[in-house]
């Protein structure tokens, strides 16, 4: 499995979605091989970006009563949990649990968040409307991203 990057396959075809995903699997990267003076800032970067997706994401499951959403908003906290228990300062230990978002990451989209993206476009068809989109303000469709200083 390339820990590196989304493949093509793990795409849901729900740009919400999709680009949200894009933008943590880069975050992920830039953290990973970042400068050790940038890690505290790159950390933070990531936990916004991962707090915004998630939030997108509860939001939606929110908005068609998703059954699942209890389960799926766990599997959200215990990665927050994690990241916000780092102790400052730890770049090596920060770095290896950065190493393990990714992997954990592709796991989760390839179930958690493919099934709530099923149950948004069934919902979507239901309502006429595309899934989820309709629902949620559009400053909330973009995650929120920093500017990566070594990509712009
Ligand atoms: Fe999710």
């Known amino acids: 499995m390339d820990t590196n990057a989304l493949s093509a396959d793990m795409v ?21 091989e970042g400068p050790d003076e940038e890690f505290e800032e790159n950390l933070a970067a ?18 068609i009563d998703y ?36 992997p954990w990451f592709q796991v989760h989209l ?11 476009q069934i919902a979507g068809r239901a309502h006429g409307a595309p899934a989820g989109q309709d629902d949620v303000p559009a400053a909330r469709l973009s995650p929120r991203r920093r500017p990566i200083p070594h990509l712009s």
């Open 67 to 102: 059954p699942a959403t209890r389960s799926h908003r766990e599997q959200h906290a215990r990665v927050l949990a994690t990241l916000h228990g780092l102790a400052p300062g730890d770049i090596d230990a920060g770095r290896k649990v950065a190493a393990l978002i990714l």
């Open 46 to 63: 990531l936990i916004e970006c991962l707090e915004d997706d998630f939030r997108v994401e509860e939001q939606l499951m929110e908005a």
């Open 12 to 32: 849901l075809g729900i740009p919400l979605f999709d680009e949200a995903h894009a933008a943590l699997a880069e975050q992920i990267n830039v953290l990973l």
């Open 110 to 120: 390839a179930t958690a968040d493919t099934a709530l993206a099923i149950a948004l």
